[in-house]
């Protein structure tokens, strides 16, 4: 005699499904929805701390004014959040010319260009960067500005069109500067946050009409055609890259032996890091939000077989009376469990994906950053956990099932 | 004189009432069916007849006596082992035919052979065209005559070659010639099959059609094998 046949098995599982395809369907699509939650929420979370604590291009450090080292990054490397305030021009030359430091930009922000924030800097910041074909750094002589693959993108501008930058950061609430500059390069897109950003020589938001200078203290405001003495200029910060972790550390030691009103935020990653340790428990809840929902999924397999005990009790007393063995009963009501949470579960890969372009979209949108979409372990396990808790979920049906008694089904 | 089919001896069943007591519904001494043999079981409703076939099947347990089915004593098997034996020996034609309704013909046919023998839809196949619904295979049963149900229910019930066909007042839902007519072709593929058919039913027109008709009521009775032979 034959053991029972896979394909049998496969047929009572099938025909079963399909009969209440419905509330099959829904089964799965919640199952799908939870496995794609849970999966989004540990491999987001992972990719974005992956790609804001990399920081950018390589520095190693923000130079600022006295406050938060996190601000000082958010602002500096990610254009959010506002400049904390300034320092002043002197500490960033003795910086940039100290040993130990390969490269330091300045950084002078405040101005924006339809919502995209106008920094200030010199030639040295587009040593890394590449540029799309025809265009060039821009001449610090001239009102010039080099513009990410963003900018271009959402606001029209390209090589050769003409721009005014915006007083303050949000388009509605600042004047457009009289200054008139015009695009001599277009970055190539990075996927980072200079994509987002209009660079114009640092001396130009020195000059914009209306800006103050107070490195000296005092106010000053510069004039046409008149040079800007280097004690009154002052920069909204300074990315550094130091030959090595030492420089770093000596230069944070010096700032406050000193008393400076700065703040190095050293290592960059690390204030980031930070933030995302902050941000823990939030994550933490949100795990367990998703795991809960993976429960609720489950127990929407168990309630939606479990409804049709009833109606398939005689349907049992007759498989049983055609000599189905009580095992075989469970099995079949098992696997049924299982196949619906399995197919959620790779439906719930399509969910991730979905999830993924829909949040990634959103942080790009606000950050220039992009979240790649790569493989995670949650990819494997959230699947595995998906199968086993459906099929856990099965076990109540199956044993109404196993308890079918024939003589009093089919009396 | 070869083995017989089914053989019982002092099998008795009582199921317990609401009120405690224990209602005898089954009493039979002795009773046999031979090889090949066709017998029609009688009697009044309630008298026993469905459980008297959920005994000889092994669906229910007797509470005393012996139940031998193709040389296996049900007694002395397992839950599990029951089973399997039902699956290999016996083939069961309800009489609402009982058929699986998200299966279709060919499927219900199938499975009446796929926990014993193993599924062999070449056979099941064969079984439903000599049955004259070749051409309804993949018709699922609510898209089936009552008739043409009753010939699928037959078809599962012999698929899994078995030696024994119990039949529970199979042409209770057919109108009296088309009743004939089902029986006629039962008793028939029984006979080409080469299996024994015990059937229970109350009709009087199916009881007379068989040459050995007996009265379940009278099987417990001493020297109920004699007497109960009408």
Known sequence: ?411 | MSAPVLQLEDVTKAYVAPDGAARPVLDVRSFRLEAGEQVAMFGASGSGKTTFLHVVAGLVTPDAGRVVVCGGDLAGMSEAERDRHRAAHVGYVFQTFELLPAFSALENVVLGMAFGPGPDEARARHLLERLGLGDRLDDRPRALSIGQRQRVAVARALAARPSLVLADEPTGNLDPERAAEALGLLREVCDEEGASLLLVSHDRAAIESFDRKVDLGALGAVDAAAEGEA
């Open chain 1, 1 to 411: 005699m034959s053991a029972l046949s896979p394909s049998t098995l496969a047929l009572l599982v099938r025909r079963s499904l399909g009969s209440h395809a419905l509330s099959t369907a829904v089964t799965v699509a919640s199952a799908a929805l939870a496995s794609g939650l849970v999966i989004a929420v540990f491999a987001l979370s992972a990719q974005s701390r992956r790609a804001f604590a990399g920081g950018e291009e390589g520095f190693d450090a923000v130079l600022g004014a006295k406050g938060s080292e996190l601000q000082l990054v958010l602002n500096a490397v990610f254009h959010l959040e506002t400049s904390p305030g300034n320092v002043p021009w002197a500490l960033y030359e003795r910086l940039a010319e100290s040993p130990g430091v390969a490269r330091a930009i300045p950084y002078a922000v405040g101005d924006s260009y339809h919502g995209f924030r106008v920094v200030g800097t010199t030639e040295e910041r587009f040593v890394d960067l590449a540029l799309a074909p025809g265009g060039r750094p821009f001449d610090v002589h001239h009102r010039e500005a080099v513009i990410g693959a963003t900018v271009a993108r959402e606001t029209g501008l390209a090589v050769g069109r003409t721009f005014q930058p915006t007083h303050g950061l949000e388009e509605s609430d600042g004047h457009e500067h009289d200054e008139e500059y015009v695009v001599v390069g277009v970055l190539a897109p990075s996927g980072g946050p200079v994509d987002r950003v209009v660079f114009i020589p640092i001396e130009g938001v020195f000059r914009l009409g209306g800006h103050v200078l107070r490195g000296a203290g005092e106010e000053f405001h510069a004039h046409h055609g008149e040079e800007i003495p280097d004690e009154h200029k002052e920069v909204s910060a300074v990315l550094v890259d130091f030959d090595g972790p030492q420089a770093g550390f000596e230069w944070k030691r010096r700032l406050a032996d000193e008393g400076h009103d700065a703040t190095l935020a050293f290592p960059i990653g690390r204030s980031i890091a930070e933030l995302f340790d902050k941000l823990g428990f939030v994550n933490r809840v949100l795990e367990l939000v998703a795991w809960l929902v993976m429960v609720v999924a489950a127990a929407s397999i168990l309630a939606s077989i479990t409804n049709t005990m009833n109606e398939r009790r005689r349907e049992f007393a007759i498989l049983r009376a055609l000599g189905a063995r009580r095992s075989t009963l469970l099995t079949a009501i098992l696997l049924e469990a299982t196949a619906i949470a399995a197919a959620g579960a790779a439906l719930g890969l399509l969910v991730h994906v979905g999830l993924h372009f829909a949040v990634a979209g959103l942080v790009e949108a606000r950050t220039g950053v992009v979240l790649e979409l790569a493989l995670h372990p949650a990819m494997l396990f959230t699947p595995a956990a998906m199968v086993a808790l459906g099929a856990t979920a099965g076990l109540v049906p199956g044993l109404l099932a196993y308890r079918t008694e024939v003589g009093e089904t089919l009396a």
